[in-house]
């Protein structure tokens, strides 16, 4: 009767660390998705920014540039 308490035992133990690891990665997933988040939302208004720095550029360029 020892062995199968000893058996179960260190099965809840195993799922319990099991658990314990799945909210880890999750939590670091939340924060990794904030930071993907976050990054995009950099780029797109550096992108944003780009586009209105080279509208002057783009209109005071000779005409013979352009074609």
Do not use: N
């Not at 199968?4 to 990794?32: E, K, N, Q, S």
């Not at 930071?35 to 950099?42: F, L, T």
């Not at 780029?43 to 209105?52: M, N, Q, T």
């Amino acid at each position: 009767m020892l062995w199968p308490m000893v058996f179960v035992t260190l099965a809840f133990c195993g799922i319990a660390v099991l658990g314990v690891l799945a909210v880890r990665v999750g939590l670091a997933v939340r924060r990794f998705a904030g930071a993907v988040a976050d990054s995009s939302e950099r780029i797109s208004r550096a992108a944003e920014d780009l586009e209105r720095a080279a509208v002057p550029l783009a209109r005071s360029a000779p005409d013979s540039a352009r074609r």
